[in-house]
């Protein structure tokens, strides 16, 4: 007679400790992962709720992952049209309801995203995650350009997961209608108080373009005129100070060896990613100089006949850029190499990289399991 058919045992479960070291080391830049993981049981999703598990997964991974960019582009001239083009799956970010037509995204940073509308004309910050928004009055000095700047306001945040704390608004604009020639003037706005300060000012060769700035320690970078100057904003002094930038065109500012400002490129004849870095002379001074970096030939796609890629883009506080060209749009990391295609080609005049953690817990309103058929 056959012994009876014994069923394999089922293992044993995982003790809760080894669960949340496996759940710490889910990547953050597929918050899809994350998401799946707390469908699988209730225990699970209890740790991926848990306000100390979240602290610790942050700190682990350190910088916030990239959900995707906001872009400004008009279509058939009818006005623009700055849909958010995700890089993840799971992504909680799509256009604002706004109670106004046109509208321009200005900047991106900790979590927020700073909008210009035109009619109406006001600001909006915007936190894509939470979904709040508060509304800002333009300020009243003349101005033919601008640009604008968010970040946040807390004293000695780690800006890992900046969403209900204080804001600043930084407001540029160049006047070049004023008594004594062109000048650019700056205000800044508190959300701790509630009002902008009175605006400095500077006088300028070139206007301001309406491009995202980049934050270096305490000051902010504005570009003037097709990267023909730089406007560098002091945050503690308040104080404008115009910068020249090596002449080459097509470079975009970013943060250096050591929180430096340098520059990077792409060549106009031979497609190498160049950086400019500030180099001291023996005369005391100093001068900006060229440095390559690597060949694109071998990392992207060849483009097409007659065209060449350009950095649109840079992730703030990292050595990623994003290139643009006919194949479409990349992020380059310039320490590893890695490369990812991002979106499709377009004529982009500005981009603007969405980082945050996008955590199961932040979901408001829907169960994760819709989040998912999304």
Known sequence: MAPPHRHPRSPPPLLPELVEEILLRVPPDEPAHLFRAALVCKPWRRILS????????????????????????????????????????????SAPVLDCGMWWALDCRHGRV?????????????????????????????HNYYAGAVLCATDDCDHLDCHCGPFLVVFVGTNEEADDGPLAWASMY???????????????????????????????YFTLE???????????????????????????????EDGALGFVVVGELDNCIYKWLWQPTASGTGRWAQHMVMELETLLPRPAPH????????????????????????????????????????????????????????????????????
Request: charged share 15%; proline share 9%.
């Open 114 to 142: 700073l909008i210009h509308t035109f009619n109406p004309q006001y600001l909006i910050v915007w936190d894509p995650i939470t979904g709040e928004q508060k509304h800002l009055s333009v300020p009243s000095y003349p």
């Open 226 to 256: 097709h990267g023909i100057s730089i406007l560098k904003y002091d945050l503690g002094k308040q104080v404008l100070t115009e910068i020249e930038p090596p002449r080459v065109f097509g470079s975009i500012a970013m943060e250096v």
């Open 50 to 93: 848990d306000r100390g598990f979240l602290y610790r997964y942050r700190t682990f991974h350190r910088t916030p992952p990239l959900l995707g960019y906001l872009h400004n582009l008009y279509a058939n001239g009818t006005g623009p049209i700055p849909p958010f083009v995700p890089t993840s799956a799971a992504t909680p970010l």
């Open 307 to 374: 065209t060449s890629y350009e950095v649109i883009s840079l992730v703030e506080g990292t050595d990623t850029i994003f290139i643009s060209g006919s194949t479409g749009v990349f992020t380059l990391d310039l320490m590893s190499r890695k490369v990812k295609k991002v979106g499709d080609s377009a004529p982009y005049y500005v981009i603007l990289p969405y980082l945050s953690f996008y955590t199961p817990d932040l979901v408001k309103g829907r169960t994760v399991s819709t989040m998912m058929m999304q």
């Open 190 to 220: 508190s959300s701790k108080t509630g009002v902008w300060s009175a605006p400095i000012d500077i006088d300028v060769d070139y206007y301001i373009e309406t491009k995202p700035s980049l934050l270096i320690k305490d000051a902010l």
